[in-house]
Nanobody
Framework: VQLQASGGGLVQAGGSLRLSCAAS????????TSWYRQIPGEQRELVAT???????KYAESVRGRFAIARDIGENRLYLQMRLLKPEDTATYFC?????????WGQGILVTVSS
């Protein structure tokens, strides 16, 4: 399984970005998939998860501003980020666990300027 993330970049505070994660195989229909983020020197933080059922969960810091979604037919996972804050600056990763294996996309840098 390969996960290819895209869509990061530089945005001003209050702006929006959408991250996309393309999977090489169909994984999003039945497996929970997530977005994480990491700031240098800190632990990777869970941002949002969408279960196979479609139920979503968010970190308190992004709830109401971020939305996770998937396109099962296109094998794509999305993270719509709105009202971005400088503290959202981080490298973002898409993630899926299949059995006992963890699969990560390459990190995508999101920089929010004040």
């Amino acid at each position: 399984v390969q996960l290819q993330a895209s869509g990061g970049g530089l945005v001003q505070a209050g702006g929006s970005l959408r991250l996309s994660c393309a999977a090489s195989v169909s994984v999003f229909a039945v497996n929970a998939t997530s977005w994480y983020r990491q700031i240098p020197g800190e632990q990777r933080e869970l941002v949002a998860t969408i279960a196979g059922s479609g139920i979503t969960k968010y970190a308190e810091s992004v709830r109401g501003r971020f939305a996770i979604a998937r396109d099962i037919g296109e094998n794509r996972l999305y993270l719509q980020m709105r009202l971005l804050k400088p503290e959202d600056t981080a490298t973002y990763f898409c993630y899926v666990k299949l059995g006992s294996y963890d699969y990560w996309g390459q990190g995508i840098l999101v920089t929010v300027s004040s």
